[in-house]
């Protein structure tokens, strides 16, 4: 009895020291971290005059990282301001033309008045009360000619107004900033180079979570799903290892041949879905660094078999 009590103790110290140590055999599926690169470009046209960016640089979002030349749009918003001023000082010209128009309708009013008055009394003729009539529907389209005038004159100020909207946004986008936060990967462009829109200014990534990438066989996929928690697993020294906490992110939902670089479980297992796992970095993961995962559900089902 004392012999078998022995032997189960023994057994579960292999299983503790098997799990501690966490030999490469004892993983579910391996793979190397990924980081989601975002490309930032320029927004603008012109001379680089100031790019304050450096490799492994630390940004937070919005953070202002340089400036784009804006001489030649500050040029061009001048000059459509001035367009607009010119466009407007000819409203004071048709109200005067308005206003002069109010009075010649007074006194043609007055002269019509007078003329229906000699009318009624045999004193006027039909053709002088038909010609002060004449005047005044003469008057009256000349009105409306010069209100015309001055609705075109509003709608010109109206496409100086957006294209000076326009100026003003292009030269906004010529103040560089980051979209997101995170820690710049590389330069790509450099101080008084010249840039225009579309241009990579830098790659900048979110360390703050990365992704490991492996792959597990088909046999494997049907007790892996999207939420999992999983153990991940990093190299912390030639023997050992580091246990961080994992979420299954992401499935493929295709198979595809086993890349050369890549283990299965299964050796003899041609076709594996990719599978992303999210894990938080702490400082420790590195682009790149291979890690390995453990699926407790895989683990609990190879306990019942």
């Given at each position: 009895?004392?012999?078998?009590?022995n032997?189960?103790?023994?057994?579960?110290?292999l299983i503790?020291?098997?799990?501690?140590?966490?030999?490469?055999?004892?993983?579910?599926?391996?793979?190397?971290f990924?980081?989601?690169?975002?490309?930032?470009?320029?927004?603008?046209?012109?001379?680089?005059?100031?790019?304050?960016?450096?490799?492994g640089?630390?940004?937070?979002?919005?953070?202002?990282?340089?400036?784009?030349?804006?001489?030649?749009?500050?040029?061009?918003?001048?000059?459509?301001?001035?367009?607009?001023?010119?466009?407007?000082?000819?409203?004071?010209?048709?109200?005067?033309?308005?206003?002069?128009l109010?009075?010649?309708k007074?006194?043609?009013?007055?002269?019509?008045?007078?003329?229906?008055?000699?009318?009624?009394?045999?004193?006027?003729?039909?053709?002088?009360?038909?010609?002060?009539?004449?005047?005044?529907?003469?008057?009256?389209?000349?009105?409306?000619?010069?209100q015309?005038?001055?609705?075109?004159?509003?709608?010109?100020?109206?496409?100086?107004?957006?294209?000076i909207?326009?100026?003003?946004?292009?030269?906004?986008?010529?103040?560089?900033?980051?979209?997101?936060?995170?820690?710049?990967?590389n330069?790509?462009?450099?101080?008084?180079?010249?840039?225009?829109?579309?241009?990579p200014?830098?790659?900048?990534?979110?360390?703050?979570?990365?992704?490991?990438?492996?792959?597990?066989?088909?046999?494997?996929?049907?007790?892996?799903?999207?939420?999992?928690?999983?153990?991940?697993?990093?190299?912390?020294n030639?023997?050992e290892?580091?246990?961080?906490?994992g979420?299954?992110?992401?499935?493929?939902?295709?198979?595809?041949?086993?890349?050369?670089?890549?283990?299965?479980?299964?050796?003899?297992?041609?076709?594996?879905?990719?599978?992303k796992?999210?894990?938080?970095?702490?400082?420790?993961?590195?682009?790149?660094?291979?890690?390995?995962?453990v699926?407790?559900?895989?683990?609990?089902?190879?306990t019942?078999?």
């Amino acid at each position: 009895m004392k012999t078998k009590i022995n032997g189960i103790l023994a057994f579960l110290m292999l299983i503790f020291l098997a799990s501690c140590g966490n030999d490469i055999d004892t993983a579910d599926a391996f793979g190397n971290f990924e980081v989601i690169k975002t490309i930032i470009s320029a927004e603008g046209n012109g001379k680089l005059l100031v790019f304050n960016a450096d490799e492994g640089q630390l940004v937070i979002k919005g953070e202002n990282m340089g400036q784009i030349d804006t001489l030649a749009l500050m040029l061009q918003k001048e000059t459509m301001l001035a367009q607009k001023r010119a466009t407007l000082s000819g409203l004071n010209d048709i109200d005067a033309q308005l206003d002069v128009l109010k009075q010649q309708k007074i006194n043609l009013q007055i002269n019509i008045d007078r003329i229906d008055r000699l009318y009624s009394a045999k004193a006027a003729t039909q053709k002088q009360v038909d010609d002060l009539q004449a005047q005044s529907d003469l008057l009256a389209k000349q009105k409306v000619a010069i209100q015309t005038q001055k609705i075109r004159l509003f709608d010109q100020v109206k496409v100086f107004d957006s294209q000076i909207d326009l100026i003003n946004l292009s030269i906004a986008n010529c103040s560089i900033k980051s979209p997101i936060g995170g820690r710049i990967l590389n330069i790509l462009s450099r101080e008084g180079e010249m840039v225009g829109v579309g241009k990579p200014l830098f790659s900048i990534a979110d360390l703050s979570t990365l992704d490991l990438k492996v792959y597990v066989s088909g046999n494997q996929l049907p007790s892996v799903n999207i939420g999992d928690e999983v153990e991940v697993y990093i190299d912390k020294n030639t023997e050992e290892n580091e246990q961080l906490q994992g979420v299954v992110s992401w499935i493929s939902e295709t198979a595809e041949f086993t890349p050369k670089t890549i283990q299965t479980k299964e050796e003899r297992v041609n076709l594996v879905y990719a599978v992303k796992i999210q894990v938080k970095n702490d400082g420790r993961i590195k682009a790149g660094m291979p890690g390995e995962v453990v699926f407790p559900k895989l683990l609990l089902k190879d306990t019942e078999d």
